[in-house]
């Protein structure tokens, strides 16, 4: 099961989902357009928390 969060450029105002898998802290953060240092948003984190809802149990 792949888990996405979804971070947003301030400045750009897009979205930048990662894949958990690959997100190391502090890095691949960077809004590709601009590079400027995107923020995670309480959307992306509610998507992760429904992500993780979803997990079968065990
Ligand atoms: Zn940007």
Same mark, same amino acid.
């Given at each position: 099961?792949?888990?996405?969060?979804?971070?947003?450029?301030?400045?750009?105002?897009? !979205?930048?989902?990662?894949? &958990?898998?690959? &997100?190391?802290? $502090?890095?691949?953060?960077?809004?590709?357009?601009?590079?400027?240092?995107?923020?995670? !948003?309480? $959307?992306?984190? %509610?998507? &992760?928390? %429904?992500?993780?809802?979803? &997990?079968?149990?065990?």
């Amino acid at each position: 099961m792949e888990l996405w969060i979804d971070y947003e450029c301030p400045r750009c105002n897009i !979205t930048i989902q990662r894949n &958990l898998r690959e &997100l190391a802290p $502090e890095q691949n953060r960077q809004c590709p357009e601009c590079n400027v240092r995107a923020v995670l !948003t309480e $959307e992306g984190l %509610r998507g &992760l928390e %429904r992500s993780l809802r979803d &997990l079968p149990a065990s």
